[in-house]
């Protein structure tokens, strides 16, 4: 569940859904796919994950035809106004920053923590030299804090950055940095969580509502029926569910 920080508003340009004309459309559901579990590239080179899963599941239901795009995350916002792709599916917490330039369905997580990730369990988590992904709120939790920030472009960049001792750890959501500690024995999760953001939800234009309508329903239903909570408990095993 990242979380990203608009330092600009964009304008947002007139892409038009064009739902209503009776002609069918190609939805394209952008995702950055190397935020793994919530979405990746997998060995066929596909987009997997909760997301695309879910994604799969909300576009059978809204009865649309969709198709899978990757963008990176520091333009990810811009290229959806800018009307390269439709939706952003991508981890992305629903916050009042993102809300000025762009609207949000409903959300499909719950709020879910950040964790701090270090290589030795006495790192000054207040005061030290902390990583975070650029863009992100766990960026903007650090730089209010009396931490130092350093930026990356990707979230494996972060991690990297604790190994090679360019910082003392990582903050980013406790769901990617968890399969890392259990994978690699110099590292570990340190301190208390952090709950940022008010949980995830689907990206769409402003200009967009009759698609944001479509998705709105299609997540509700999954909510109704508990297949929602079923692709949580499988994908985000330990997070909160509906």
Not at 19 to 37: N, Q, S, V
Not at 184 to 204: H, K, N, P, R
Not at 219 to 226: A, E, L, R
Request: aromatic share 6%.
């Amino acid at each position: 569940m990242k979380h990203i920080i608009l330092t600009t508003a964009a304008l947002a340009l007139s892409a038009g859904m064009a739902l209503a004309d009776g002609h069918a459309k190609t939805i394209r559901m952008g995702t950055e796919g190397a935020y793994p579990p919530y979405n990746f590239i997998n060995d066929a080179g596909e987009v997997d994950g909760f997301e695309r899963e879910l994604g799969d599941e909300l576009c059978a239901r809204a009865e649309l035809t969709c198709e899978w795009v990757t963008n990176e995350w520091d333009s990810i916002i811009p290229n959806l106004v800018s009307g390269n792709y439709d939706t952003i599916i991508a981890g992305m917490s629903i916050t009042d920053e993102r809300d000025e330039v762009i609207d949000f369905t409903q959300n499909y997580t719950q709020p879910d923590p950040s964790a701090y990730l270090a290589a030795s369990a006495d790192v000054d988590l207040e005061g030290g030299v902390i990583a975070a992904q650029t863009n992100t709120i766990q960026a903007s939790h650090i730089a209010a804090s009396g931490a130092t920030l350093v930026e990356f472009a990707t979230p494996e960049e972060t991690v990297a950055a604790v190994k090679n001792g360019e910082a003392d750890a990582v903050l980013a959501d406790k769901a990617f940095l968890e399969p890392i500690a259990e994978a690699e024995a110099d590292l570990s999760l340190v301190g208390e969580d952090v709950l940022l953001g008010g949980g995830i939800g689907i990206g769409v234009r402003e200009s967009d509502g009759e698609l944001k309508e479509k998705f709105d329903a299609a997540i509700q239903s999954m909510k109704d029926d508990g297949s929602l909570n079923a692709l949580i408990e499988k994908h985000l095993p330990g997070s909160a569910t509906f």
